[in-house]
């Protein structure tokens, strides 16, 4: 399941802690969240219950880097 990015935000994240759109953007690039973009909105991947989902197999690398580093730690 997908969630909105901004959703995600507001049902995990208190006001005082909640990290900008902007972070949790650069994690989910990162691969430290799972989530993809598209068109023009970022989702967090999420199981039923609302949390991410934990698997690699779904997290979409953004870019090459980012491809590599996960090439290398799946072996």
Not at 49 to 75: C, E, F, M, W, Y
């Amino acid at each position: 399941m997908k969630m909105l990015l901004s959703e995600y935000a507001k049902r995990n994240y208190t006001d005082c802690s909640r990290p900008s759109l902007a972070t949790l953007k650069r994690r989910i690039k990162a691969g430290e969240l799972p989530g993809v973009r598209e068109g023009g909105r970022w989702y967090v991947l999420v199981d039923a219950n609302g949390d991410p989902v934990d698997a690699p197999q779904h997290i979409v690398p953004v870019n090459s880097l980012v491809r590599g580093v996960l090439d290398k730690l799946k072996r």
